[in-house]
């Protein structure tokens, strides 16, 4: 009996071998892999943005985005709103990149022996980032074109990388040393992924410096400054620490744009049509050649929680609505003013605020300047009384006069209310939110405001004691807020403080919380200090 060392030995314990089990990132393939996916996939991408970018149309994150926003339900708006304030759009193109990157990933890593779920993973994204692009008013030929460009490329780089490591496998997975290895070369790998990386991050930062490009040419356009108007505005300023005329920079921005519309000055007209008599369209030169006037009117957003941020009080500089809508003529069956944006962006009010004599405008300086590309340049709407979702159209294309079965503003089928007057508000600036203030003499103040109606009255209490009145700044319109203040002799610890309202037509504001949705929210604003 001869002893021979046949024992058959285990299975080698290959490293590169391609494992059994099926968790995810278990293998070092489908690590490989998901990078893979990752890079494609952000390659796809920035190709894309690149592409938008030389066409001057939105990105296709922004185009689905956009069509995201859409689509968006009420609760989920104002959860984001109350989240992210006026970071939404960052969180929201965070949040399309994130999902994005997780697909990649995940597609890439089931890749391995096949590169089919990682394209079908790019195909159906640029199929969508297409269909987006397609529903984007001011989409063109561009706007389809860049997400397909970019999956191309981006399959390219996918089915490149994934057949060096489709390579790996079947040389890993090779029984016998004996037979020749399929050509698996780490480094070659590990340069042409570094290649895919590079490029992806490169054509991002030429694509995000394009955009900016665009955005200054159409900065570029707004003119030096604006005609001169007979109005002179009267400054009310009663407290160092709020101001009354709420400076461009610290002006809240509300708007579903992801990007800019393009904006070409020389080209762009305002058409008023529908129910006139006679349509007209307006150059910006013909507006500015008209009667200016300057009205200081206080604006503010329907999702403006108590207490929040999304008001403000501009001198806007234009031309009445009412004189432009006498020269089209209004015919008698027009109820509403339906107006458009260059993003295809929608609203609409009763067609009698423009013509009941309030200080309607269309409106193209802001504060002494030409209007901010953020707040509509060339040209928007301001009406005092109702919120901007129902009339402060920014960057205006047209106006539309209409009946209300013809059409409904963007916001209206969303749930939000059509008739939107601006409830009577105010608001608490001093001592600002969890400050301490050293005890005695403190002065309390804030803005209160009732658009259209004026504000009578403003009341504080602290600590939920008898309603003691404020001292109101100068009544300039009953179109703008008023600053209030109120010395207040602070003790040591922890207070309450309130404050409510009364507007001119002897309405106080209710105490009654409510949310934003569908009409504005109601309640008194109430902020907790410590005083040492
Ligand atoms: N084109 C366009 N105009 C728009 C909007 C928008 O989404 N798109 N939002 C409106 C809303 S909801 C408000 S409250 C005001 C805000 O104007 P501001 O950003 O200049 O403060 O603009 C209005 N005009
Ligand atoms: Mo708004």
Redesign the pocket.
């Known amino acids: 009996m001869s002893f021979t060392s046949s024992t058959p030995t285990g299975p080698e314990v290959d490293p590169l071998a391609p494992q059994q089990h099926t968790s995810l990132l278990s293998s070092p393939s489908r690590r490989l892999g998901a990078i893979i996916g990752l890079l494609s996939g952000g390659l796809a991408v920035t190709i894309g943005m690149l592409v938008a970018a030389l066409g001057e149309v939105a990105s296709p994150i922004d185009a689905v985005g956009s069509s995201f926003i859409d689509r968006t339900p009420r609760w989920l708006k104002t959860l984001a709103i109350d989240w992210f304030g006026t970071n939404d759009k960052t969180a929201l193109r965070v949040g399309i990149v994130i999902v994005l990157a997780a697909i990649a990933l995940i597609a890439g890593s089931v890749s391995v022996k096949s590169p089919a779920p990682l394209v079908s993973a790019i195909v159906i994204f640029a199929f969508l980032g297409a269909l987006s692009a397609s529903e984007r008013e001011g989409s063109n030929g561009a706007s389809i074109l860049a997400p397909i460009v970019g999956a191309i490329i981006g399959i390219a780089s996918a089915v490149l990388l994934l057949g060096m490591l489709t390579n790996r496998w079947l040389a890993a997975s090779t029984p016998s040393p004996s037979q020749v290895p399929l050509g698996w070369d780490r480094r070659r790998f590990v340069r042409a992924s570094s290649a895919v990386g590079a490029t992806a991050v490169t054509v991002g930062l030429i694509g995000h410096n394009k955009e900016r490009q665009r955005v200054r040419s159409i900065e570029s356009q707004r003119p030096d400054s604006l005609p001169p108007t007979s109005d002179s505005v009267p400054p009310s300023e009663i407290s160092q620490d709020i101001s009354f005329i709420t400076p461009n920079s610290d002006?809240?921005?509300?708007?579903?744009?992801l990007s800019f519309?393009n904006v070409n000055l020389d080209t762009w007209k305002l058409r008023i049509h529908g129910l006139v008599d006679q349509e007209i369209t307006l150059s910006y030169a013909d507006i500015a050649a008209m009667p200016q006037v300057e009205k200081t009117i206080t604006?503010?957003?329907?999702?403006?929680e108590i207490g929040g941020p999304?008001i403000?009080n501009a001198v806007w500089q234009g031309v009445y609505l009412k004189d432009l809508l006498l020269q089209a003529g209004v015919k008698p069956e027009a109820e509403q003013l339906f107006s458009r944006?260059?993003?295809?962006?929608t609203?609409g009010f009763p067609i009698e605020l423009a013509l009941d004599g309030r200080d309607a405008l269309l409106a193209i300086g802001?504060n002494g300047e030409p209007l901010p590309l953020?707040?509509?340049f060339p040209a928007?709407?301001i009406v005092p009384g109702i919120?901007?979702?129902v009339?402060?159209?920014?960057?205006?294309s047209e106006i539309e006069v209409n009946k209300w079965s013809d059409a409904y503003g963007?916001?209206i089928p969303r749930g939000w209310a059509r008739d939107a007057p601006i409830k009577t508000q105010s608001r608490i600036d001093v001592p600002r939110s969890g400050a301490t203030v050293a005890a005695g003499l403190t002065r309390i103040a804030g803005v209160a405001w009732a658009q259209h109606t004026g504000i009578e009255k403003v009341e504080v209490r602290v600590d939920s004691a008898e309603w003691n009145e404020a001292v109101l700044g100068d009544d300039i319109s009953d179109d703008t807020w008023r600053l209030w203040t109120f010395d207040w002799q602070a003790t040591e610890g922890k207070h309450t403080i309130q404050v409510r309202a009364t507007d001119k037509s002897g309405y106080t504001q209710t105490e009654t919380v409510t949310s934003v949705a569908p009409d504005g929210a109601t309640g008194w604003h109430t902020r907790r200090v410590s005083v040492a």
């Open positions: 002006f809240y921005r509300i708007d579903t744009a519309p604006i503010c957003c329907v999702s403006n999304y403000g944006s260059l993003d295809g962006w609203s802001m953020v707040h509509g928007r709407l919120y901007g979702y009339s402060a159209t920014k960057w205006l963007y916001w």
